[in-house]
């Protein structure tokens, strides 16, 4: 039932109003809202750099609040995972398919918005698709190193992403809005951190662009920077959610292995060794 409403309620119009309310700065009443936040969803504030909820003027301005830097000391590890949260799938992809639930799959050319030429790179690869929880620090990181080579926004629809729709909405990462961002590690090859947007997720801002979404465009959009030379390192701030959703992760054949079976449900820190390298 809760994924059958999804398709019947304007979830566009509430995901604008949403992000409005969200850059909203209305006193006392914004630190009530939070204050009512941090107590339901169980928010550690002693993590953030500033846990005084008073102080942020806006929600977003709280849900996007960086940590204190030792908060998440980083693991000495070919990759990390990069963001808090929890593994919701991960493995191989099959030819051209990406594991999603029980009954779905979804190809590598729908999640990069139709582009077959960066589709065949991750042929027999390796993905990860981490879910972020309302409790969870926003921020995204960079798993390796690696210089950016292409940003892409695609259009699409707003569901939720939590497990329960990713188990009744088949493809949903491939249909719902997303931002695609291609790198290449000198050492590990190609790899892309795809950022899918949800219902409420007001928006998405990488460090070097800046907010993405608004504006919403019905059309594919693309930002070269091959010639620019933006060089991001490991651990290092590479975008973050004006409210939460995903992250699906693609590396290409033959460039790292998990080391362990993961639990869906185990909370991942930041530095916490996600995968070694072959």
């Not at 921020?139 to 926004?153: D, F, Q």
């Amino acid at each position: 039932m809760s994924v059958l409403i999804q398709y019947i309620i304007p979830k566009q119009l509430i995901t604008i109003l949403a992000g409005k309310f969200a850059n909203l700065e209305a006193g006392r009443f914004t630190t009530i809202i939070i204050t009512w936040f941090v107590e339901h969803y169980k928010v550690n504030m002693l993590e953030a750099l500033d846990p005084n909820i008073s102080s942020y003027k806006t929600f977003n301005e709280f849900f996007t609040r960086p940590l204190k830097s030792d908060a998440r000391p980083l693991t000495k590890a070919d990759f990390i995972c990069p963001i808090d949260g929890s593994i919701s799938q991960f493995g191989h992809i099959e030819a051209d398919q990406i594991f999603q639930a029980k009954g779905h799959y979804y190809s590598t050319s729908a999640l990069l918005g139709g582009n077959e030429i960066a589709a065949q790179k991750y042929q027999d690869g390796t993905f990860a698709c981490l879910y972020l929880s309302p409790k969870d620090y926003h921020r995204i990181h960079m798993p390796c190193a690696g210089r950016l080579l292409k940003m892409t926004y695609v259009p699409g629809a707003l569901f939720s992403v939590n497990p329960t729709t990713a188990r009744g909405v088949p493809g949903l990462f491939a249909r719902n809005e997303r931002v695609v961002c291609e790198f290449h590690s000198e050492e590990h090859g190609d790899f892309v951190l795809v950022l899918v947007g949800a219902t409420i997720v007001g928006s998405m801002s990488t460090v070097w662009h800046g907010i993405i979404n608004p504006p919403r465009s019905s059309n594919i959009r693309s930002w070269g920077y091959e010639q620019q030379n933006i060089q991001l390192q490991q651990g290092e701030e590479m975008g973050r959610f004006l409210l939460g959703s995903t992250v699906v992760m693609l590396f290409q054949n033959n460039r790292l292995k998990f080391n362990r079976i993961w639990n869906p449900a185990k909370f991942v820190q930041l530095g916490e060794m996600m995968a070694t390298k072959i």
